[in-house]
């Protein structure tokens, strides 16, 4: 059995995702979308509410599997007997990172692979945090995200609008 995790925050999955997940999961028996637990981005949604809008996102590729995970992605590879890392490239800005990655978890885990896959070029562009802006600035999202996705990113927006509105007193009363 040949298994690849995709490995990212997703906050939130954007058809970027999407693309790299449909285009890479014929190529393999099982394909985890790894979860990043902690990160040290800002992130909108808490590790329940990615999952489920991932989860919701791949409901109908049945060797596609979503699971959180923190610490070190290939201990977590290795954790669920994954030969493979997927990992897209969207410029070369991407590969750079991403090159540098590859070779320290080569380092790291020998016997894990990375593969590289560049995305359609309609998502060349997108981003999970550029969405995020575009959406914070009332911004028309729904070509990046899937309905759910869309939906629960306005909650958010307004969930934050509403907090910035409440008035807010101060310790002493005011």
Same mark, same amino acid.
């Given at each position: 059995?040949?298994?690849?995790?995709?490995?990212?925050?997703?906050?939130?999955?954007? @058809?970027?995702?999407?693309?790299?997940?449909?285009?890479?999961?014929?190529?393999?028996? $099982? +394909?985890?979308?790894?979860?990043?637990?902690?990160?040290?981005?800002?992130?909108?949604? #808490?590790?329940?509410? @990615?999952?489920?809008?991932?989860?919701?996102?791949?409901?109908?590729?049945?060797?596609?599997? /979503?699971?959180?995970?923190?610490?070190?992605? /290939?201990?977590?590879?290795? %954790?669920?007997?994954?030969?493979?890392?997927?990992?897209?490239?969207?410029?070369? #800005?991407?590969?750079?990172?991403?090159?540098?990655?590859?070779?320290?978890?080569? %380092? +790291?885990?020998?016997?894990?692979? $990375?593969?590289?896959?560049?995305?359609?070029?309609?998502?060349?562009?997108? #981003? #999970?945090?550029?969405?995020?802006?575009?959406?914070?600035?009332?911004?028309?999202?729904?070509?990046?995200?899937?309905? %759910?996705?869309?939906?629960?990113?306005?909650? %958010?927006?307004?969930? @934050?609008?509403? $907090?910035?509105?409440?008035?807010?007193?101060?310790?002493?009363?005011?």
């Amino acid at each position: 059995m040949k298994t690849a995790v995709y490995p990212g925050t997703f906050d939130p999955i954007t @058809r970027g995702h999407i693309d790299m997940v449909t285009r890479a999961a014929p190529l393999c028996d $099982t +394909l985890i979308v790894g979860v990043a637990r902690s990160t040290p981005k800002n992130v909108w949604f #808490s590790i329940e509410e @990615r999952i489920e809008l991932v989860e919701d996102a791949f409901r109908d590729l049945p060797n596609v599997r /979503v699971q959180a995970f923190e610490g070190l992605l /290939v201990d977590f590879a290795k %954790k669920i007997g994954a030969g493979f890392l997927i990992r897209g490239v969207r410029a070369f #800005s991407d590969f750079e990172y991403e090159m540098q990655m590859a070779l320290i978890n080569r %380092k +790291l885990a020998p016997e894990i692979e $990375t593969l590289f896959l560049m995305p359609a070029e309609e998502y060349s562009y997108v #981003s #999970s945090s550029r969405v995020r802006e575009i959406a914070a600035l009332d911004g028309d999202i729904r070509r990046y995200v899937t309905p %759910k996705t869309h939906e629960a990113l306005l909650a %958010k927006i307004q969930a @934050r609008q509403d $907090t910035r509105d409440t008035p807010r007193r101060s310790a002493a009363g005011g």
